[in-house]
């Protein structure tokens, strides 16, 4: 008899509150009157405001705009962006009217909401993606695209999220078991932590080469720095970006970063002391922050033709489209981004944005005991989600635990965070970038020799450390003798390397098995520009039993910049009677145009070939018994949730706000280190290698074979599985679906569990649900006792 048993997650709380993270304590929030208006090029602000009076002409008298002014040091530059304010009043449809105008405009490219970034939390709202269940199933053998597209924007009126500092909170609380044993196995002997950080990454080696980042301007986009400030000989402009008028740092935040890249202090040292600094002041006293002003500092930057560009600041907003594009924009010009990866670890899934791209070095945090800091955020990347799976990120670790830095007035401090991480990595790449010829060096070439080079930290997996921590001297070698090429992040899969392989070692394939899915990241250190001349190709190696395995391919039709994607989907064909691995590679040939640089400073256009192998070596074992297998719907959790969802977790998270300076009203919060209000809320993109990682591998260890279904209920055999899980849902489920689920169930013998949610206190059902409902979540309590007074338990 088949079993349908429905479980709230208020009432599993104390049993899986450990798989969902602590909520970052920078929220961004949308400025429904204001908007980002982007051009296809760069123009006057004459020209500008020219373009848009003539595409809002013959619009009702009532609808109301105004180009907002912007003061600051790139105005009189010509830019690619203007912002417009409307009237108040019923700003969505008025929006809709102004965006359908201004989009008819050849010369505009796009409309996006102005965002505010800050630690308020705010409600956000996102439209979800249509899906036809009748398109979606895929068979292994059909092209699929499992990135998300560089084209697609989210509705910009709905959108809010977060980006912030990330500084470490030595106040939050940990949760994952795994990682809380890690640190706690008994007594053991302890290393010194170096005096200075520069000798631990061996910098001073270089230096004793002559190499010390001359030469190379580093940008860092932070809270500013003090025009005399002891600790710097080197610097060459200070600007702010926001609305106070003020290039100095009042919060330390700024200083200590710009500390570890380039500070002259005998006390803490920064890795490249030569680099030229160059400090742009992006948050307020406050810590406030705007999109636009973000979108001006960047521009600003390439006016400046900086090498390097650190950014100790993040949030998982990676639909905020004008930065994103911006950051794209950055890297095509030759602008080497390095990023921190986020402090919301040690759960998974919870990267931030810039730091995930593609095209940006993305830094965890390692400390000196060579282990992943619990604070460092882990991955995968959720921008493919639910359709497809994420790609490998951090990029690499770096020295992010109780490093010495400068303090804002002077004299030496320290932090932990991925805020110190990413200028460790900054100015490492300022070394390097000063030591070798200019053509060897692009965003792609100087991460493929970091990563290459990083040397892998044992009983860690490649989301937590990526390729490995930093290896300054073993990176400077491979620069050095840089030869353009391709390579794969990650170099290959084999699901018998564990730990390192997690989660792909963690459960084998078998015959009728949901295909897995390895989203590769293709970086192209020939040029900006590439494309895979033809389609990638499987080879098994017919002795190893390649027969054995499918493999399709998709991958993007262009690289750029620097870098693309290749999706690879592997299946069983064939059932094996006992365990087997499966050998095997993909080959794939990447053409791309560069200039050939000859004597003196004469370059020549050319195409550049590279063939390159991805090898995979597959564990197969027999297919397990129906009752031992559940299916886990993934296809109905939305990638970017659409609402509050709230999150059961029992840690205390207190803390003030007040306003802030801006126009629009701002939230003042603590320098970080220091607590902050929170609400419980799901990250983006349900996953069971993500926020449900805990309950995956509890399954695991029960001998249970999780598959995940990434489509319709349309698509799958009810024979092959003793039970579907359908885990804290959003999306909505088609007749079809229905129909063919009740099939599965009354016919087939489907167990079905469901782990239900709620978050909208205004339907009906709620409250006769939460009348009779035993409530043991305070934060689930709070959240609804304004309306209904449940029992708490």
């Not at 160059?278 to 390439?302: C, G, I, P």
């Not at 639909?319 to 994103?324: E, K, M, N, T």
């Not at 000859?598 to 197969?620: C, V």
């Amino acid at each position: 008899m088949p079993t349908l048993l429905l479980i709230t997650t208020f009432l599993l709380t104390l049993c899986v509150a450990n798989v969902f993270s602590i909520l970052p304590t920078i929220q961004v929030s949308v400025i429904e009157t204001e908007y980002i208006v982007s051009f296809t090029n760069f123009y006057s602000e004459e020209k500008r405001s020219s373009i848009l009076s003539e595409a809002l002409t013959g619009l009702s008298e009532n609808l109301t705009w105004r180009e907002i002014p912007r003061n600051n040091p790139g105005l009189s530059y010509p830019s690619d962006f203007s912002v417009i304010e409307l009237s108040h009043g019923k700003i969505r449809e008025k929006f809709e009217v102004f965006q359908v105008q201004l989009n008819s405009h050849e010369l505009i490219r796009s409309v996006s909401p102005q965002k505010k970034f800050t630690r308020k939390n705010l409600n956000f709202a996102q439209s979800s993606i249509q899906k036809d269940p009748k398109l979606l199933c895929t068979d292994g053998h059909e092209d699929f695209i499992q990135n998300f597209t560089r084209s697609e924007s989210a509705d910009p009126v709905a959108t809010n999220q977060l980006r912030k500092h990330l500084g470490y909170n030595s106040k939050n609380v940990y949760s994952d078991r795994r990682e809380s044993q890690r640190f706690a196995l008994g007594r053991r002997l302890m290393r010194v932590i170096p005096t200075q950080l520069t000798s631990a990454v061996d910098a001073d080696v270089l230096w004793s080469r002559g190499i010390t980042g001359k030469g190379v301007k580093v940008a860092v986009f932070d809270t500013g720095l003090g025009r005399k400030h002891p600790h710097f000989r080197n610097i060459i402009e200070r600007t702010d970006w926001t609305d106070e008028g003020n290039p100095n740092d009042v919060l330390g935040h700024g200083t200590f970063v710009a500390g570890v890249i380039a500070s002259q202090s005998p006390e803490c040292l920064g890795l490249a002391p030569d680099a030229e600094l160059y400090l742009f002041r992006v948050f307020t006293d406050e810590q406030v922050s705007y999109t636009s002003w973000f979108l001006d500092a960047f521009n600003y930057a390439m006016h400046s033709k900086v090498n390097v560009l650190n950014l100790s600041i993040g949030g998982p907003d990676f639909l905020d489209q004008p930065f994103v594009d911006k950051v794209w924009e950055l890297s095509a010009n030759n602008v080497i981004l390095v990023s921190a990866i986020g402090n919301d670890g040690p759960l998974y899934g919870t990267l931030n944005n810039p730091a995930d791209q593609m095209d940006v070095i993305g830094v965890g945090g390692v400390d000196f005991e060579n282990r992943i800091a619990p604070f460092s955020s882990r991955g995968m990347t959720t921008w493919e989600l639910p359709g497809g799976y994420g790609r490998l990120k951090p990029d690499l670790v770096a020295y992010g635990s109780s490093v010495r830095g400068s303090g804002m007035y002077g004299g030496c401090k320290t932090l932990s965070g991925t805020s110190v991480s990413s200028p460790v990595v900054a100015g490492a790449v300022a070394l390097l970038t000063s030591a070798v010829e200019t053509y060897k060096v692009n965003p792609a070439s100087v991460k493929q020799a970091l990563i290459e080079s990083a040397n892998k930290i044992p009983n860690a997996n490649m989301f937590e450390q990526g390729h490995g921590k930093l290896n300054l001297l073993h990176a400077y070698q491979l620069l050095s003798n840089y030869k353009p090429h391709v390579s794969f992040s990650p170099a290959y899969l084999d699901t018998t390397e564990c730990p390192y392989m997690w989660p792909y070692c963690a459960q084998p394939l078998f015959h009728t098995s949901i295909p897995l899915t390895v989203n590769v990241t293709v970086l192209n250190g020939m040029g900006v520009v590439g494309n895979f001349v033809k389609k990638p190709v499987w080879q098994p190696v017919s002795s190893e039993n390649g027969d054995k395995l499918d493999v399709s391919i998709s991958y993007s039709n262009k690289l750029w910049p620097w870098s693309g994607w290749m999706a690879v989907r592997v299946r069983v064909s064939k059932p094996v009677e006992e365990e087997i691995v499966v050998r095997g590679q993909i080959t794939a040939i990447i053409s791309s145009p560069t200039q050939k640089h000859s004597t003196g400073s004469d370059t020549e256009q050319t195409t550049l070939t590279n063939t390159i192998t991805f090898p995979i070596n597959m564990r197969i074992v027999p297919t397990p018994p129906r009752e031992k297998r559940i299916l886990w719907d993934q296809f109905h959790n939305l990638r970017y949730p659409g609402g509050y969802f709230p999150r059961d977790t029992l840690y205390p998270m207190l803390g003030t706000h007040q306003k802030g300076p801006h126009n629009q009203g701002g939230e003042k919060h603590e320098e970080h280190g220091a607590p902050s209000q929170q609400q419980p809320l799901d990250w983006h993109a349900d996953h069971v290698h993500t926020n449900f990682r805990e309950l995956w591998l509890h399954l695991r260890q029960l001998d249970y074979y999780v598959d995940v279904l990434g489509e319709p209920y349309t698509c799958f055999d009810a024979g092959d599985y003793g039970t579907l899980m359908i885990v804290d849902t959003e999306d909505e489920f088609y007749s079809e679906e229905i129909e063919k689920l009740y099939n599965d169930v009354t016919v087939k013998g489907l167990n079905v569990i469901v782990l239900a949610d709620w978050y909208n206190v205004e339907v009906s059902l709620l409250f006769t649900i939460l009348s009779f409902v035993c409530i043991y979540d305070i934060y689930t309590l709070a959240l609804i006792n304004s309306t209904i007074r449940p029992s708490i338990c």
